[in-house]
């Protein structure tokens, strides 16, 4: 949910406090962050399990894994709605800015991005009570496609703002499926 609910921080603090404050407070976010869990998250594993990391091992078992087809299917769900989500979180600041809206309006647009995302977490979650993984998996990439394609047609018909962030929300309603179960799937 970070690329949602960061653009609506970064445009308060941009607002605010200029734009260069935004990298101040992602840096003091990560170093409390990484203080936290170096002082306070304790290691899970105990003494008698742990084996040294091996480098060479490591990457010896590349080759058989990305040669797998299953694990090549299930990484691709999660890549491909990462591929879109970012592509449009990256853009359309540019697009929000050149309609007019400023920096607190902006940030407020990708809130409907966290809602669907959740509400698609919540939807897969209760799907798979009723149908294996891969069934909704299916269904999440049929949401994921349906909003890649309003998107186009919002883009080719120049159609408002607001069908724009409609679009997208119906395909991170997808990616609330996709980004969770192919990670799921993988590991």
């Known amino acids: 949910m970070s690329p949602a609910i960061s653009p609506f921080i970064g445009g308060f603090i941009g607002h605010y ?12 976010f990560a170093l409390t962050i990484a203080l936290l869990v170096s002082f ?18 490591i990457i010896s078992a590349y080759p058989k894994l990305l040669m797998t087809r299953k694990f090549i299917a ?3 769900a999660p890549c491909t709605a990462y591929i879109a989500y970012f592509a449009y979180i990256s ?4 697009i929000f800015h050149a309609q007019g809206f400023g920096e607190r ?16 977490n919540l939807i897969a979650r209760w799907l798979l009570n009723y149908y294996e993984l891969n069934k909704v998996l299916y269904i999440g990439y049929a949401m994921f496609n349906v909003g890649g394609l309003l998107f186009l047609m919002v883009g080719a018909l120049h ?14 309603l997808g990616n609330g499926f996709l980004i969770p179960l192919g990670v799921a799937g993988v590991v």
């Open 74 to 76: 299930y990484v691709s």
């Open 40 to 57: 306070y998250m304790p290691e899970t594993l105990d003494d008698k399990n742990k084996q040294p990391l091996h480098f060479l091992k």
């Open 91 to 94: 853009q359309s600041p540019f």
């Open 105 to 120: 309006a902006i940030g407020s647009f990708y809130i409907t991005l966290a809602l669907t995302y959740v509400i698609g």
């Open 17 to 28: 406090f200029n734009w260069p404050a935004t990298f101040i407070f992602v840096s003091l």
């Open 159 to 172: 159609l408002p703002l607001f069908a724009m962030v409609a679009a997208i929300s119906i395909l991170t």
